[in-house]
C-alpha cells in the first residue's frame, strides 16, 4: 500500500479528497492530513509517504514553503499540487521545486485524480497494488445481510422523517425489524437548521454538497464518540435534502427526566459551537421534551416538523419545541402602517409561510414577480425584512430620477454585459451624447463610466459567492474583456482580490 498525505486550510476538501475515490481498493492508504504546511512537514518526516496532496495556500507554512522543507530535508514523495489561483503564478513556482503534477480544485474529480495516481504511481511499480489486478470477491452471505440491515435502518429514518410514512402505533416494530432497539428508558429528537446553508448549498455543484454532507457526519459522529460517556444517549442522524438535520438520541439506561434535558441541550450547545468553527454556518436547534416510547418520540418529531415555518422569524438560538410561538395564517395589522415599522411588527406575528407571502404581495403589488422570487430566497426573516426594505428604498430613489434617467438604467440593466459605450445609450433615451452625460451623472452621482464598472463588478461579486466557475470565466461573462483591468478594478473598488472575495464570502 502506497501512503498519502492530503495538506489542505478547507476542512471539506480534506474531507472530500479522503472520500472522493476508494483508495484502498486502488493500493493507497491515507496516513494522515494536515490544516497547514507545518503539520504536514511533521507527519511527512515521520510516515515517509510515497504521495503528498498540498494546498498552495495555507496558514503556518504554505505550499511552497512545504516542498521547498522537504527538498532541503531530502524528503522524497511524489506531490500533487492542488490550487484556485487563475494565475498560476503559485504553480509555476511549485514546478521550478519539481512537483509531479497540478490541479486546479475546480477540476478536482475522482477521474482526473485515478489518472494521475495511474500516470506517476501504479504503472510505475505495479507489483506493489495486488488490490489493483486482484479479481473482486463474490460477496458473502454475512455482507448481503449487513447491506440488507443498513437499507432497512436506512428506509425506517426515511419513514420517520416523512409525514404519514407509517402510523405512530407501528414505529416500535419498524424500528425493531431496522435493528434498533425495541424499547428504551427515554428518548428525544432534535431539529437543526444551519443559517448561511441554502446560499451555501447554491454555490456547491452535487459532488461538493454530497463532500459537505460527510463531512457534516464526520463531525456529529466524532463529538458524540468523544463524549460517550458523558452523554450516555445512542444517536442517530436524520437528514433532510431541503437543508435540516435531525437527531434521534436513545437513552436505555436508567436516566431521570431532568437528567436527559440538561444531557440534550449540553450537546446542543457544543453542536452550535463546532458547526459554527468548522462550516461558519449559525445553527438553530430544536429539541422535543424526553419520550419513553417509539410512538410517542415519532408523534413528538411530527409535531417539531410541522413547526418548522415558526423558525422562518429566528435568526439562530436554541430552544425546546414548547417554547416555540405558534404560527398563525391572520394579520392583525393595519395595512397602512409605513413599510419599515409594518414589517418590524410582522416579524412578530409568526405567520405561515404562505400567509406570510399573501399578504406582502397584496401590501406591495407594484413589485414584480422577479423581485418577489429574489425575496423568497431568504433564508429568514430578518434577512427577508432587510433585503425587502433595500428593495423599497431602491424603488423610491429611482422614482425621483428623470425620466429619461430610469429609462438608461433598465437598458444598462439589460445591456451591461454587452460591448456598452455612452453613446449607445444615450441614442437609446433619445438624448444628444453631452447632455445625457451631464443628466446622468446629476441623477445618479457618478459618471456612466464609474456606474458601468461598478454594476459589472457587483455581478461579478453575486456570482462567485453563487458559483463554483473560474473568475476569468465570470468576469468576461459580465462584460470584462480584460482580465487584468478588471482584477485591478476589483480591487480597487472591493478592496480584496477576486479569490480574497470568494474565499472570504464563501
Given at each position: 500500500?502506497?501512503?498519502?498525505?492530503?495538506?489542505?486550510?478547507?476542512?471539506?476538501?480534506?474531507?472530500?479528497?479522503?472520500?472522493?475515490?476508494?483508495?484502498?481498493?486502488?493500493?493507497?492508504?491515507?496516513?494522515?492530513?494536515?490544516?497547514?504546511?507545518?503539520?504536514?512537514?511533521?507527519?511527512?518526516?515521520?510516515?515517509?509517504?510515497?504521495?503528498?496532496?498540498?494546498?498552495?495556500?495555507?496558514?503556518?507554512?504554505?505550499?511552497?514553503?512545504?516542498?521547498?522543507?522537504?527538498?532541503?530535508?531530502?524528503?522524497?514523495?511524489?506531490?500533487?499540487?492542488?490550487?484556485?489561483?487563475?494565475?498560476?503564478?503559485?504553480?509555476?513556482?511549485?514546478?521550478?521545486?519539481?512537483?509531479?503534477?497540478?490541479?486546479?480544485?475546480?477540476?478536482?474529480?475522482?477521474?482526473?485524480?485515478?489518472?494521475?495516481?495511474?500516470?506517476?504511481?501504479?504503472?510505475?511499480?505495479?507489483?506493489?497494488?495486488?488490490?489493483?489486478?486482484?479479481?473482486?470477491?463474490?460477496?458473502?452471505?454475512?455482507?448481503?445481510?449487513?447491506?440488507?440491515?443498513?437499507?432497512?435502518?436506512?428506509?425506517?429514518?426515511?419513514?420517520?422523517?416523512s409525514q404519514g410514512a407509517f402510523a405512530p402505533e407501528e414505529a416500535g416494530e419498524k424500528a425493531q425489524r431496522a435493528g434498533l432497539p425495541?424499547?428504551?428508558?427515554?428518548?428525544?429528537?432534535?431539529?437543526?437548521?444551519?443559517?448561511?446553508?441554502?446560499?451555501?448549498?447554491?454555490?456547491?455543484?452535487?459532488?461538493?454538497?454530497?463532500?459537505?454532507?460527510?463531512?457534516?457526519?464526520?463531525?456529529?459522529?466524532?463529538?458524540?464518540?468523544?463524549?460517550?460517556?458523558?452523554?450516555?444517549?445512542?444517536?442517530?442522524?436524520?437528514?433532510?435534502?431541503?437543508?435540516?438535520?435531525?437527531?434521534?438520541?436513545?437513552?436505555?439506561?436508567?436516566?431521570?427526566?431532568?437528567?436527559?434535558?440538561q444531557k440534550l441541550q449540553d450537546a446542543s450547545v457544543h453542536l452550535q459551537t463546532l458547526i459554527r468553527r468548522y462550516f461558519d454556518l449559525?445553527?438553530?436547534?430544536?429539541?422535543?421534551?424526553?419520550?419513553?416510547?417509539?410512538?410517542?418520540?415519532?408523534?413528538?418529531?411530527?409535531?417539531?416538523?410541522?413547526?418548522?415555518?415558526?423558525?422562518?422569524?429566528?435568526?439562530?438560538?436554541?430552544?425546546?419545541?414548547?417554547?416555540?410561538?405558534?404560527?398563525?395564517?391572520?394579520?392583525?395589522?393595519?395595512?397602512?402602517?409605513?413599510?419599515?415599522?409594518?414589517?418590524?411588527?410582522?416579524?412578530?406575528?409568526?405567520?405561515?409561510?404562505?400567509?406570510?407571502?399573501?399578504?406582502?404581495?397584496?401590501?406591495?403589488?407594484?413589485?414584480?414577480?422577479?423581485?418577489?422570487?429574489?425575496?423568497?430566497?431568504?433564508?429568514?426573516?430578518?434577512?427577508?425584512?432587510?433585503?425587502?426594505?433595500?428593495?423599497?428604498?431602491?424603488?423610491?430613489?429611482?422614482?425621483?430620477?428623470?425620466?429619461?434617467?430610469?429609462?438608461?438604467?433598465?437598458?444598462?440593466?439589460?445591456?451591461?454585459?454587452?460591448?456598452?459605450?455612452?453613446?449607445?445609450?444615450?441614442?437609446?433615451?433619445?438624448?444628444?451624447?453631452?447632455?445625457?452625460?451631464?443628466?446622468?451623472?446629476?441623477?445618479?452621482?457618478?459618471?456612466?463610466?464609474?456606474?458601468?464598472?461598478?454594476?459589472?463588478?457587483?455581478?461579478?461579486?453575486?456570482?462567485?459567492?453563487?458559483?463554483?466557475?473560474?473568475?476569468?470565466?465570470?468576469?468576461?461573462?459580465?462584460?470584462?474583456?480584460?482580465?487584468?483591468?478588471?482584477?485591478?478594478?476589483?480591487?480597487?473598488?472591493?478592496?480584496?482580490?477576486?479569490?480574497?472575495?470568494?474565499?472570504?464570502?464563501?
Amino acid at each position: 500500500m502506497y501512503k498519502v498525505i492530503i495538506a489542505d486550510d478547507d476542512f471539506l476538501v480534506r474531507t472530500y479528497l479522503k472520500q472522493m475515490i476508494p483508495w484502498q481498493k486502488n493500493g493507497f492508504v491515507i496516513a494522515g492530513d494536515a490544516k497547514n504546511g507545518q503539520e504536514a512537514l511533521d507527519l511527512i518526516e515521520k510516515e515517509h509517504p510515497a504521495l503528498i496532496i498540498t494546498d498552495v495556500c495555507m496558514p503556518v507554512l504554505d505550499g511552497i514553503g512545504l516542498i521547498r522543507a522537504m527538498r532541503a530535508r531530502q524528503l522524497a514523495g511524489h506531490i500533487l499540487v492542488l490550487s484556485s489561483h487563475d494565475d498560476f503564478a503559485y504553480v509555476h513556482e511549485a514546478m521550478k521545486l519539481g512537483i509531479d503534477d497540478y490541479l486546479l480544485k475546480d477540476d478536482l474529480t475522482p477521474e482526473n485524480m485515478l489518472a494521475f495516481l495511474k500516470e506517476h504511481l501504479q504503472d510505475a511499480d505495479k507489483e506493489n497494488t495486488p488490490e489493483h489486478t486482484a479479481h473482486p470477491a463474490s460477496v458473502s452471505q454475512a455482507e448481503l445481510a449487513r447491506i440488507g440491515q443498513e437499507k432497512l435502518l436506512h428506509d425506517f429514518f426515511h419513514g420517520f422523517s416523512s409525514q404519514g410514512a407509517f402510523a405512530p402505533e407501528e414505529a416500535g416494530e419498524k424500528a425493531q425489524r431496522a435493528g434498533l432497539p425495541a424499547s428504551f428508558r427515554l428518548a428525544a429528537a432534535s431539529l437543526m437548521m444551519p443559517r448561511g446553508w441554502q446560499k451555501r448549498r447554491q454555490a456547491l455543484s452535487e459532488e461538493e454538497r454530497g463532500s459537505f454532507r460527510q463531512a457534516f457526519q464526520e463531525m456529529c459522529q466524532t463529538f458524540f464518540t468523544h463524549h460517550r460517556d458523558d452523554f450516555q444517549g445512542q444517536p442517530f442522524l436524520l437528514e433532510d435534502r431541503t437543508g435540516c438535520w435531525g437527531f434521534l438520541f436513545l437513552f436505555p439506561k436508567d436516566i431521570r427526566r431532568a437528567a436527559v434535558l440538561q444531557k440534550l441541550q449540553d450537546a446542543s450547545v457544543h453542536l452550535q459551537t463546532l458547526i459554527r468553527r468548522y462550516f461558519d454556518l449559525c445553527p438553530l436547534m430544536v429539541r422535543t421534551a424526553p419520550q419513553s416510547d417509539w410512538a410517542h418520540l415519532l408523534t413528538a418529531w411530527q409535531s417539531l416538523l410541522a413547526k418548522k415555518d415558526v423558525l422562518f422569524y429566528f435568526t439562530e438560538g436554541n430552544f425546546t419545541a414548547e417554547e416555540l410561538p405558534p404560527v398563525t395564517s391572520a394579520v392583525n395589522l393595519p395595512p397602512d402602517l409605513p413599510a419599515e415599522k409594518l414589517l418590524a411588527e410582522l416579524g412578530r406575528e409568526y405567520l405561515t409561510r404562505e400567509a406570510l407571502q399573501d399578504f406582502l404581495r397584496r401590501r406591495f403589488p407594484q413589485l414584480t414577480d422577479k423581485i418577489w422570487t429574489n425575496l423568497w430566497q431568504s433564508e429568514d426573516y430578518a434577512g427577508l425584512q432587510q433585503n425587502l426594505l433595500q428593495v423599497l428604498a431602491n424603488e423610491r430613489a429611482e422614482s425621483q430620477l428623470h425620466p429619461a434617467i430610469r429609462q438608461a438604467l433598465r437598458f444598462i440593466e439589460e445591456h451591461y454585459r454587452e460591448n456598452l459605450m455612452q453613446a449607445d445609450v444615450a441614442a437609446a433615451v433619445h438624448l444628444n451624447p453631452a447632455y445625457f452625460s451631464t443628466l446622468f451623472k446629476k441623477n445618479v452621482n457618478k459618471g456612466f463610466s464609474e456606474y458601468l464598472a461598478e454594476r459589472r463588478i457587483k455581478a461579478v461579486q453575486q456570482r462567485l459567492t453563487s458559483s463554483t466557475e473560474r473568475i476569468k470565466e465570470i468576469a468576461s461573462a459580465e462584460g470584462f474583456d480584460d482580465y487584468p483591468y478588471f482584477c485591478r478594478l476589483f480591487k480597487r473598488l472591493v478592496g480584496l482580490t477576486p479569490q480574497e472575495y470568494r474565499t472570504q464570502k464563501m
